[in-house]
T-cell receptor, first 113, second 109 residues
Framework: NAGVMQNPRHLVRRRGQEARLRCSPMKGHSHVYWYRQLPEEGLKFMVY????????ESGMPKERFSAEFPKEGPSILRIQQVVRGDSAAYFC???????????FGPGTRLLVL | QQPVQSPQAVILREGEDAVINCSSS?????VHWYRQKHGEAPVFLMILLKGGEQKGHDKISASFNEKKQQSSLYLTASQLSYSGTYFCGTEDTGNQFYFGTGTSLTVIP
């Protein structure tokens, strides 16, 4: 009865490197959401995906950020050429349906040096 | 579309009660409540599906006023373990989901 899995839990990158964050949804869930959270702030929506489709990416920065959720395998949030301002906790959540209860993974803490 | 929560922050002594409100500008289908402890992921507490529905979870309960597009979370006889940030999540009638602005709750001995 595995919950939402995210890896790595902690990621350190130098400016200019790439960061890849992975999210495996709960069994039976085909909807994945990615959020960013800065210290002492709320959850900021980034992107909503279903298998092989991006449904809503209105919260994603237009450059350097991309997300995918392939037919097989985890959802991936990719940040290219990271900058210090990308340092944050990135949470993914999965849901069995649109608008349904979202269950969160443990998050990936990204630190950009 | 982001629901507004009030208060933004509250400090309680153990045993005191608190109410957290969540208000949306859109017609709602459901309201969800989450709690996030410092350094951890948000944890789902409960969902309210019908107008006027009330639910309870230990000494934490919630109500949903569909007509007013509001929900309230009630924490009774608060414990130290209740400390954290509480988020409401609202699903509108178009199946759009939004998290609220958050309420920081601190319970002190």
């Amino acid at each position: 009865n595995a919950g939402v899995m995210q890896n790595p839990r902690h990621l350190v990158r130098r400016r200019g490197q790439e960061a890849r964050l992975r999210c495996s949804p709960m069994k039976g869930h085909s909807h994945v959401y990615w959020y960013r959270q800065l210290p002492e702030e709320g959850l900021k929506f980034m992107v909503y995906l279903q298998k092989e489709n991006i449904i809503d990416e209105s919260g994603m920065p237009k450059e350097r950020f991309s997300a995918e959720f392939p037919k097989e395998g985890p959802s991936i949030l990719r940040i290219q050429q990271v900058v210090r301002g990308d340092s944050a906790a990135y949470f993914c959540a999965s849901s069995p349906r649109t608008g349904g209860t979202q269950y969160f993974g443990p998050g990936t803490r990204l630190l950009v040096l | 579309q982001q629901p507004v929560q009030s208060p933004q922050a509250v400090i309680l002594r153990e045993g005191e009660d608190a109410v957290i409100n969540c208000s949306s500008s859109k017609a709602l289908y459901s309201v969800h409540w989450y709690r996030q402890k410092h350094g951890e992921a948000p944890v789902f507490l409960m969902i309210l599906l019908k107008g006027g529905e009330q639910k309870g979870h230990d000494k934490i309960s919630a109500s949903f006023n569909e007509k007013k597009q509001q929900s309230s979370l009630y924490l009774t006889a608060s414990q130290l373990s209740y400390s954290g940030t509480y988020f409401c999540g609202t699903e509108d009638t178009g199946n759009q989901f939004y998290f609220g602005t958050g309420t920081s709750l601190t319970v002190i001995p």
